[in-house]
């Protein structure tokens, strides 16, 4: 029998092709997803984007819309491969620096800030709020760190294509409270 760590490593490879194939289907797709969230449902923030890799579904769109409606923003940072996350302050257009993954992230001297939403990319969703991402998680850590009074809002990020009917997930997994893609946003709870 397998088990559910082995089953999402098998998974990851054909969701990875998958996600590569939907991104270079519909180029629009971060502005058809903008235009079914309302920016004002995260709230004045701050609220955690991150920097697209590869074929991720690019939150700048969402994170730009933000700023101008008011939100206070911030990216991840990981100060070394084996800690959580960290979250610091951020704005459009601000200097960026590799981080422990080689991420593009806040330089080291802005601050730290505990976010209220948190938007995530993703390989794969479930209706359940199940998330499946790159593997090494880094952002179910994070989110476990800021502990049960500060967990945040969390928005998955992808492609409807992206979504599967039934993850399987282990017990560190976070749940997601709703997912954004260009189809739509789907609430969780």
């Known amino acids: 029998m397998t088990s559910v760590s082995d089953q999402k490593t098998a998974l990851r490879q054909a969701l990875r092709r998958l996600r590569r194939r939907l991104a270079a289907g519909d180029v629009d797709a971060a502005a058809k997803a903008l235009a079914h969230l309302p920016v004002r449902r995260l709230g004045a923030g701050p609220v955690a984007g991150y920097v697209a890799k590869g074929a991720e579904l690019d939150p700048a769109p969402l994170m730009e819309a933000l700023a101008r409606a008011g939100a206070a923003l911030a990216l991840p940072a990981a100060?070394?491969?084996?800690?959580?996350?960290?979250?610091?302050?951020?704005?459009?257009?601000?200097?960026?620096?590799?981080?422990?993954?080689?991420?593009?992230?806040?330089?080291?001297?802005?601050?730290?800030?505990?976010?209220?939403?948190?938007?995530?990319?993703?390989?794969?969703?479930?209706?359940?709020?199940?998330?499946?991402?790159?593997?090494?998680?880094?952002?179910?850590?994070?989110?476990?760190?800021?502990?049960?009074?500060?967990?945040?809002?969390?928005?998955?990020?992808?492609?409807?294509?992206?979504?599967?009917?039934?993850?399987?997930?282990?017990?560190?997994?976070?749940?997601?409270?709703?997912?954004?893609?260009?189809?739509?946003?789907?609430?969780?709870?």
């Open 79 to 189: 100060v070394s491969r084996d800690a959580p996350l960290i979250f610091r302050a951020w704005t459009p257009g601000a200097p960026l620096m590799p981080d422990a993954f080689g991420i593009p992230a806040p330089l080291a001297d802005q601050p730290k800030v505990v976010p209220t939403a948190l938007i995530l990319p993703l390989l794969a969703f479930d209706r359940r709020g199940g998330r499946l991402g790159q593997g090494a998680g880094v952002y179910d850590r994070a989110i476990a760190a800021l502990g049960a009074d500060h967990r945040p809002y969390l928005l998955g990020y992808g492609y409807a294509g992206q979504e599967i009917e039934d993850l399987p997930l282990e017990p560190h997994d976070q749940r997601l409270d709703a997912i954004l893609t260009e189809a739509g946003l789907i609430e969780v709870r």
